[in-house]
């Protein structure tokens, strides 16, 4: 991501239309019984269940980090690589997510006349009876791409690491996720309206980088373009929320992450919220003895942060494009920046596994808890787990 720190951009909320009053005060009626975002927190028991991922991610052997530990140029065979191998992963352990490509081409200032192809890959699961545009997301977000220059980069904090992380999230909220749509079903509860549409979407974002240094035009052509398409695409008439855009009810930012002692800041007040809430998951993760790591201080220090000390000072990145356009934000990065930062020294020698074990529990649980997974995680048998990853290995 840039290195350059601005300021923040006031931006527009979505338009309201006389439906959008009646739910507005609904949930204002609804919020002084339940205030709003308070979500219920995991239970000990539950945070305990959430798996570590930790032997596939290990930075050498591990089975979905190593393979991203690679150059992956846009439009370059190891970017194709990187692309199967995510794809293959879901297709054979999580058939359950919605594969979508979303493609687009751009002139650089590195390649001249060349049109260089950028390709997201976005993965989604959604409730089966839901219609899509009523389906509220929590987007996961991580660029895959590697710089241009040096030659040989590797990026592993930027950021493979991070994508190997939403690998692991998606894998460790996916049977929970079954077994509570399969409880509402079987409930009746199911579309009945009682409850918000919950989906949970990863977006593994091309071209984040800039190829010679960083503009408004030379830096996140995947983001660009995917803000923009869905932006444009509209959902069917009365459906929830407008577009795919709409439908991102939060958009959780990875970057940068995986040496030892990170030191992420909350950025934005709109979002401190959240920001809290997997603040609070770290540090009972912390107490409960589930966290491998060992650092000077909390990755997640800043839950203090009261109103008037946001600045508007925030590190450009992916969500940019989103953010100008509403998008609710939580840019999970560290500042400062991993001293490896833009240097051929960001390899798979630089991570820290303890680190990047505890970042892959630490957002799964805070996944879990916003998709309200608490009774399903504490039901989860590890055991049984782990049977069935090898059963569906061994076919
Ligand atoms: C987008 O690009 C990917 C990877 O090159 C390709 O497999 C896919 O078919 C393309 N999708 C579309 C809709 O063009
Ligand atoms: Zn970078």
Known sequence: MGGVMTHSIRWKRPRFNALSYLVFALVLVLGLLNPAHAYAELSDKALRNIPSGAPDLDPKTGSLLAPILIPRVPGTPGSAAVQHHFVDFFVRELPGWRVEWHNSTSKTPATGDTDVHFTNLILTRDPLWAQIGDVGRLALVAHYDSLYRPEGFIGATDSAAPCAMLMQVARGVDEALTQKWEAMEASGDAGM???????????????????????????????????????????????????????????????????????????????????????????????????????????LPDSEKTADQFRGAFVQDDHVPFMMRGVDVLHIIPTPFPLVWHTMDDNAEHLDPGTVADWAKIVTAFAAEWLELDEFVSQLNPSTEKQAIRDRTEL
């Not at 008439?237 to 992420?264: E, K």
């Open 193 to 299: 309206g009682l409850e918000e549409e919950k989906g949970v979407q990863i977006i593994f974002l091309d071209g984040e980088e800039a190829w010679v240094s960083w503009t408004a035009t030379d830096s996140i052509y995947g983001a660009r373009a995917l803000a923009e398409t869905w932006e444009s695409e509209v959902h069917p008439p009365l459906s929830t929320y407008r577009t795919p855009l709409d439908s991102i009810n939060l958009f959780l930012l990875l970057d940068l992450l995986g040496t030892a002692d990170p030191h992420v800041p909350s950025y934005f007040s709109t979002t401190h919220w959240a920001y809290q809430g997997i603040a609070k998951i770290e540090a009972r993760m912390r107490k409960l003895g589930l966290l491998v790591s060992n650092p000077k201080n909390a990755f």
